[in-house]
């Protein structure tokens, strides 16, 4: 697989060893940075990686910052991304066969460098399943609107936010 990989400082060296475990297992991978241990911005890293999965020149992404939450908020960012922050294997697997999630965010001073490689391995090994319900739950998320004004013009969820308020919602 081609594989876009991007951290920011606290986490060079994980990076590297990630970079190094994919190669080894026979992935391509796209290494967007940082290289070095000066501190910088997570969101330049979660962006570049990203872009990389939404233009098509990765199958999947992995970002990685020192808890993983700035990294991954800034990856779902990017219209199309699906970025996961993954602190178990059945997080990583329920993010890929559920949600089929493009990327994967870890906290590289929260995991143990075994739990990464682990959870590394099943997402990319588990395959999403196309179900009806996955499909129906990742349009739902694909469509929640971006701007403002969207949100304001928007009523798709009314009808089952009123049914949830009459307690007769049911899916
Ligand atoms: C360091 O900038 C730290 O805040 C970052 O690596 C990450 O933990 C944020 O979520």
Redesign the pocket.
């Given at each position: 697989m081609r594989i876009s990989i991007g951290c920011?400082?606290?986490?060079t060296e994980i990076k590297n060893h990630v970079a190094d475990y994919l190669t080894k297992k026979g992935h391509k991978v796209i290494d967007n940075g940082t290289y070095e241990k000066e501190?910088t911005?997570?969101p330049i890293f979660g962006r570049k990686t990203a872009e990389k999965v939404v233009l098509g020149e990765a199958d999947l992404g992995i970002v990685i910052?020192?808890?993983?939450?700035?990294?991954?908020?800034s990856a779902n960012k990017v219209k199309g991304i699906r970025a996961a922050l993954v602190g178990d294997i059945e997080t990583a697997r329920y993010a890929k066969q559920n949600l089929n999630a493009n990327v994967l965010a870890m906290?590289?001073?929260i995991l143990g460098i075994g739990m990464i490689e682990d959870a590394i391995d099943v997402f990319l090994e588990t395959i999403y399943e196309a179900t009806p319900e996955n499909k129906a739950l990742i349009s739902k998320i694909d469509s929640i609107p971006m701007s403002e004004e969207a949100i304001n013009a928007n009523h798709m969820f009314d009808e089952f936010i009123e049914k949830w308020d009459k307690g007769l919602y049911q899916d």
């Open positions: 920011d400082h606290i986490v501190r911005h997570y910052c020192g808890t993983g939450v700035g990294i991954s908020i906290g590289g001073r």
